[in-house]
């Protein structure tokens, strides 16, 4: 029995010992992959500081400018005041606010029953003296051929031609009264004197307005302008004819058009200090509203011989500013002294003769580079 425990307690031992052997060998095994790992990323990386990728561009010397954009607001060309030309009560109004209108265009109609009353008078005055002018007509024409006959007097046909002229006269007085009072009925509908868009209906629907009264405000959308307000020294650089770039956005969409400097106000605004430049849009397909906010792009500065350049292109330390090129000759990467003048967030404009001779300016991988670090270009 006792000869048995021993056995077993052997045999346990044994299994011990298998196991921990096996976790050695897994562990050693391990620690193995682990250093062949290691080595070769140590091998890649050691190659990737020999060759370090880089991207470049080929500088090309051209003229640039720097511009700077300012807000501006649309305006309509000209705002007309509509004016009533006879009284009356509003009727109807034909035109909202907002909407475009053409030229003679209904915007409102009034209702007064005394132009009515008048113009049907008129029309009857009218016909019945016409009917009294063929009546004379008739009289004068027979008389005049009884006269050659002999039948009758010359008092008499004189008279008959009286009667003629005095019917006519009155029919004459008859129409102009007519047409006058025709006129006060067709101008209860008050019309647009432009096209445009209407941008204020004073009345409402039964109101009272009276002759003379501004019933409608009126923009005209012909041709539109930009007022924008800026600084005396872009005031300077901008000039009458000059064409400047103005943008739109609405809806997540930008709409650009060219416009054209009428003038620049000569003395600044008492409030706010800035001087008004006033663009004139005349692209007949441009359909914006007065009161939008537009966006005007202005040049400040022209430069000659200079590259564009990106923003990574450009590094600096506590002295200067400087880009890496490499040189197409020998392919030796040389530090070059910049002085960018910035365009906007993400490029800048170098001077073309600040580069070494046959170059091409590195653009990405130059962060940390040092002059004469070998290096491949990469696309």
Do not use: C
Request: glycine share 8%; proline share 4%.
């Amino acid at each position: 029995m006792r000869s048995w425990f021993r056995e077993r307690k052997m045999k346990n031992w044994v299994t011990l010992v298998l196991i921990s052997l096996g976790f050695l060998l897994v562990l050693f095994l391990l620690y193995a992959r682990f250093l062949h790992e290691r080595e070769s990323s140590a091998q890649g990386h050691s190659e990737d500081n020999v060759h370090r990728p880089i991207k470049v561009m080929t500088p090309v010397a051209s003229p640039g400018s720097v511009y700077t954009e300012v807000l501006g607001r649309v305006r309509g060309k000209q705002t007309v005041l509509v004016r009533t030309t006879v009284s009356g009560w509003v009727k109807r109004i034909d035109s909202g606010r907002g909407q475009e209108i053409e030229k003679d265009g209904i915007i409102l109609e009034l209702y007064d029953y005394r132009v009515e009353t008048r113009l049907d008078e008129a029309k009857y005055n009218l016909e019945s003296a016409k009917g009294k002018l063929s009546e004379a007509e008739r009289v004068y024409r027979r008389n005049a051929a009884l006269f050659e006959k002999g039948i009758v007097s010359e008092d008499e046909t004189e008279a008959s031609q009286n009667l003629l002229e005095t019917a006519s006269a009155g029919v004459k007085a008859l129409e102009a009264s007519y047409k006058r009072a025709k006129w006060n009925y067709e101008n209860l509908k008050i019309r647009s004197p432009i096209q445009g868009q209407v941008v204020e209906i004073v009345p409402d629907i039964g109101q009272e307005t009276r002759n003379g009264d501004v019933v409608a405000k009126v923009v005209n959308l012909s041709g539109r302008k930009v007022i924008a307000g800026v600084d005396v020294s872009v005031a300077r650089s901008v000039n009458r004819g000059d064409v400047l770039e103005v943008s739109l956005t609405r809806d997540g969409t930008v709409e650009t058009v060219a416009g054209e400097v009428d003038g620049v106000s000569p003395g600044s605004d008492d409030f706010s200090g800035t001087y008004d430049i006033e663009i004139a849009i005349s692209d007949p397909s441009v359909k914006w509203w007065p009161g939008e906010m537009v966006s005007v792009k202005i040049p400040v500065q022209t430069l000659d011989n200079v590259v564009r350049i990106p923003k990574t292109a450009v590094l600096s330390d506590d002295k200067e500013n400087f880009s890496f090129v490499l040189v197409e000759k020998n392919g030796e990467v040389l530090k070059a002294k910049v002085a960018p003048t910035w365009i906007d967030d993400n490029s800048a404009y170098i001077s073309f003769d600040s580069l070494p001779p046959d170059s091409r300016i590195i653009t990405e991988g130059s962060f940390g580079l040092l002059p004469g670090q070998p290096v491949r270009v990469v696309d």
